[in-house]
């Protein structure tokens, strides 16, 4: 069976004055209906990069230069600017971190959301009202019907973004990407649109691609995990794989970073090292500087992934070693 | 809404009783006009009676209460210099530089939105760069050489239109082109750098991610956005033609009150210079009422309080 989404070997770099810089470098992924892959990385990772390239939105200087992004089969590297167009909002939506931002404040949330209908679907303006409107409902918004004709500085974060969520999914895409989608709400909130999104892709047999910091919620809501380190992935494997039998010592890095106790405070900052350098192609493994598993071999050659165990990619020569 | 007209209203009063002391005492601190309408060999007896009987021997803040008393009542007192009323002298000349100030403004946001809109799509291109060289150049030309240079081109070497005056619509071109060139540099500069903040704001990847036609993007989502701070600008730009054409309407003969303005000011006529900043004050005002209409009209978030 072919996937919903297949991911290979996707490469987007950034010009920039100090040389080329490899934001995605040779990332592989798969999704299928009504899975849910979650993204995990530090800062600079390259996972919005790598969404961004999904969508076909990345912007000058950045460009993608290299793999394959199948959606149903289809390369959509291949596709004109036209139909790729068509398929954005439609077949593939994107909920982004700013819900503060990301709605345009000359607008009332009724016409963003019947918009989107209204570019896909030869809709009259009742009709794409209608089911604006209905759309409203289902993401949990109260009078619905008053609220189409606010404006986004009226409502608070958590309905903005019950709004952005209306907009992603009114078409009922077949893939959605939602970046950080609870970083800037607060965690009371966070938990209700996640649940949302939950639910929702589960009915509409949605393939989520979630972008998240907070290992509580990728235990939560995904099925499979792929960890980005440096513009590439280090390990992809099922959600229970990766916390039980962590292959790479930068995912046990970020297991072992995790406070145990206080579970709302779940986050990745605090691996030691620094980020790696994207402008220097190194030719050994990215991780290795920070390793402490490194060894002579680890900083002359760059490991690929590979199989250990059952849909379970890493990419260390050392894995065995480091699961123990 | 309504409440809101009534409250800009009452604030319009007391800032024109404001200008109207204002300019009242700026006029008469700064000389006698005594000196000017006698001749040299008039005695200083000849000049008491003259005082007196303008009224100019009396405290000033009693001439004040004169004078605003007759304000009310729509008499801005005698042009020394015409012998007529001030007032109609004002309003006979304000016309003029409305047509001028609104043709040459037009001329500037036709010109400068398409170039600006440009400017920032095609960010970093041959097309912007030619943009933003032209809009130095033309922001760098003072506007009595562009005059002059636009008179010998298109008036006397080609003569396609008239050097001077006013009368049909070929009289307006060259001096509203003189300063809408200057305008449309200006304002073309201004367009490029709100368009490309605007063009980097989340709101814009968004309406991207919906699928819309890129014309859409930047005409739908990014045009009104990035149109609110010009306005203000193009409101201030216009108030400051209103009483500031002076340079173009003196290189084309153009009977503005920018003109007005200044040989008043020139023969002391304090009549005159009086009812015109008071009228040129009173357009300021009523401009900038405008400008807050619209700006609320394209910018939901400000509101009526
Ligand atoms: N427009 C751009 N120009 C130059 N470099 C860019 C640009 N956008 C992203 N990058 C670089 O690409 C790299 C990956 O960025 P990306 O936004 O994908 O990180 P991320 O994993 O999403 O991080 P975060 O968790 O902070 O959102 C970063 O080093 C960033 O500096
Ligand atoms: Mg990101």
């Known amino acids: ?324 | 809404m309504g409440q809101y007209l009534v409250r800009m209203l009452l604030q319009v009063v007391p800032v024109m009783f404001l200008i109207s002391i204002i300019v009242f005492v700026l006029v008469h601190v700064t000389g006698d006009p005594v000196n000017l309408m006698l001749p040299e060999t008039a005695t200083e007896e000849d000049r008491e009676i003259l005082r007196a009987a303008l009224g100019l021997d009396q405290p000033l803040y009693q001439q004040y209460f004169v004078y605003i008393k007759n304000v009310l009542q729509g008499d801005f007192g005698n042009s020394f210099h015409y012998g007529e009323p001030a007032l109609p002298l004002v309003l006979e000349r304000l016309p003029a530089t409305f047509e001028l100030a609104a043709v040459a403004m037009l001329i500037g946001i036709v010109i400068a939105v398409p170039c600006g809109m440009i400017s920032a799509v095609k960010r970093n291109t041959v097309l912007d760069v030619i943009i933003s060289f032209l809009s130095v150049i033309g922001k760098a030309m003072p506007n009595f050489w562009m005059g002059i240079m636009l008179i010998l081109l298109f008036s006397v070497s080609l003569g396609l239109f008239p050097v001077s005056g006013r009368g049909g619509v070929e009289h307006i071109v060259l001096p509203a082109f003189t300063i809408g060139i200057g305008l449309a540099a200006q304002m073309t500069r201004l367009i490029r750098s709100n368009m490309l903040e605007i063009l980097s704001q989340d709101y814009i990847r968004t309406a991207r991610s919906k699928g819309l036609r890129e014309v859409l993007v930047v005409g739908r989502h990014a045009f009104r956005n990035g149109l609110i701070p010009v306005v203000t600008i193009m409101s201030l730009q216009f108030t400051s033609l209103i009483g500031g054409t002076l340079v173009t309407e003196t290189v084309f003969a153009w009977p503005g009150l920018g003109q007005l303005l200044v040989t008043s000011v020139n023969m002391r006529d304090m009549a005159v210079v009086q009812a015109a900043v008071f009228i040129i004050a009173l357009v300021v005002i009523v401009c900038n009422m405008l400008t807050d209409v619209v700006y609320r009209y394209l910018d939901p978030r400000i509101k009526y309080n």
């Open chain 1, 1 to 324: 069976m072919s996937h919903l989404l297949e991911v290979n070997h996707l490469q987007t770099h950034f010009k920039t004055p100090d040389g080329i810089l490899r934001a995605v470098n040779g990332v592989s992924f798969t999704v299928d209906a009504g899975e849910t892959l979650a993204i995990v990385g530090e800062s600079g990772s390259g996972k919005s990069v790598t969404s961004m390239s999904i969508l076909g939105l990345v912007s000058d200087p950045g460009k993608v230069v290299g793999g394959e992004i199948l959606f149903e089969g289809k390369n959509l590297l291949r596709l004109t600017k036209k139909e790729y167009r068509n398929m954005r909002g439609k077949a593939i939506s994107v909920i982004f971190q700013e819900p503060m931002t990301s709605l345009n404040p000359i607008f009332t949330v009724g016409f963003q959301i019947s918009e989107v209908l209204r570019t896909h679907y030869k809709l009259n303006r009742k009709a794409a009202k209608q089911r604006a409107i209905e759309m409203l409902d289902t993401v949990g918004i109260a009078n619905a019907e008053k609220v189409y004709a606010r404006y986004p500085h009226q409502l608070s974060g958590g309905m903005r973004q019950r709004v952005m969520i209306a907009i992603a999914l009114v078409c009922q895409p077949k893939l959605l990407i939602a970046d950080e989608p609870t970083t800037a709400l607060d965690v009371t909130i966070q938990a209700q649109i996640l649940e949302l999104i939950q639910k929702l892709a589960k009915e509409q047999n949605t393939g989520v691609i979630l972008i998240t910091h907070d290992l509580g919620v990728v235990a939560e809501m995904a099925d499979k995990v792929a960890v980005m380190y440096g513009g590439e992935i280090v390990e992809h494997a099922s959600v229970e794989q990766i916390f039980h039998r962590p292959s790479h010592p930068y995912t046990q890095g970020l297991l072992a970073s995790l406070p145990k106790i206080h579970e709302d405070e779940q986050r990745l900052y605090s691996l030691p090292g620094t980020v790696p350098n994207l402008l220097e192609s190194s030719e050994g493994c990215t991780f290795a500087p920070r390793c402490k598993f490194a060894s002579e071999a680890c900083l002359q050659s760059k490991p690929r992934l590979a199989l250990q165990g059952e849909q379970h990619w890493v990419s260390c020569l050392k894995a065995e070693e480091v699961r123990g």
